[in-house]
Structures are given as structure tokens and as C-alpha cells.
């Protein structure tokens, strides 16, 4: 399982993550990370962001009925702000399905892959990660820890690649954000997706912003 858990949390995943700057980009060029203060605000407004949104359709679809999928995606589809995010979020969620499908080869995986793809709403990201790792035999608290990894470290990454951090200084923020992540964990445990929040229009708002930047290293 250890093994299962850091192939999953790897780099090396070709989900597509690294593709999408989840906003950081558009943050950027906009001035709101003018110095090291305003990158570790913006992080822990994204960690906790992302727990109240994402964390709680995760564990609806790890732990709750297989009929609500449909209302599941439904419900986190009218959530999504811009299009530029519904359209990653979208690719992501094919990608995912397909990886998960080769790695996890089992009936009840096709059987997912299959049902997703059939929904009225796109098989989006986050709702193809909790079903998926469900599906895989993966605990619900690990895969809550996987997914906000993931999305710290995608956003470190993003920094790195727009050059408005070093590796060494990457490093260090990221660790120092893994306590952040955990505490986020665990101020949404048991919420299910009927509760989830966007907490951070401010993030909404760049996010935005994204597709009418002049030059983009990012898709969204």
C-alpha cells in the first residue's frame, strides 16, 4: 500500500496537473504576489479553499451512494466559476479515469469508467479522484491527504516555473504548508458535498482573468 500511495503521489503521474497554474499564473501578472508574505497568503488561502470545495464531494463519493453520482457531478459542475477551470478540470478527469482504469485493472473500475462517462455532467477531476480511489481500495483519509499534496505541490511548482521563487525557497514553503493541508483535512472531515464552499472569491476572480492574459505558460 505504501508503494500504491507514492506512485499515486508522484511527479511522474501523467494526470496533467502541472499543465494548470489553478490561477497562480493570472495572481501573478495581476501583482497580488509582489513579495513573500503575499505568496504565503495566497497558499493558505488555497489550501483552505480548496478543503471547503473539493474535500467534501470527495468524501460523498468515497463513502456515500453510488446513485447520488449523477447529483454529485451535477451539483459540482454549477459550483465551477469559469470555463477555463470546468475545461481542466474536464481533462484532467478523462486523463485520471484512463490512468486509474490501467493501474487498477478490475470489473468494478470498468464499471465506473463506463457510468462516469455516461453522466449528464462532465466526469470532472475532483469527482473521478474520489470515486476512483474508492474504487481502488484506498482509504478515505489517505486519499484526502493525496489530493491536497497534490494540490500544494502543483501550486509550488507553478511559482518555481513562473520564476517568482527558487527550488531551495520551493522546498521550504511547501513544507511548512504540509501542517496547513492537514489542518485543513481535518476541519472538513465528515462534510458531505452538500456543504462544500468557495471561500475565496478572490481566487475565483483571477482564475478568471486567465484567458485574457497576453502570453501564458499555463492552461488555466
Known sequence: MLFDLLTLADSNLPV???AFSNGLEAASHLGLLQNPDHLNAYITTAIHNTAQSELPFIHSCHTG???LLNDILLTY???LTTQTMAQASAVQGRNLIRIMNTLYPSDAMTQ???TLIKQTAPAHYTI????????AGLAL???KQIFMYQMLRDQISATVRLGIIGPMEAAQLQKHHHQTCEMAIAQTTNTP???ATRSAPQIDITQSFHQHLYSRLFQS
Open 16 to 18: 496533467g496537473g502541472y
Open 65 to 67: 451512494d453510488a446513485s
Open 77 to 79: 459542475d454549477a459550483m
Open 112 to 114: 465506473l469508467r463506463q
Open 128 to 135: 473521478v479522484y474520489g470515486t476512483t480511489f474508492h474504487t
Open 141 to 143: 483519509l489517505q486519499t
Open 193 to 195: 458535498y452538500t456543504h
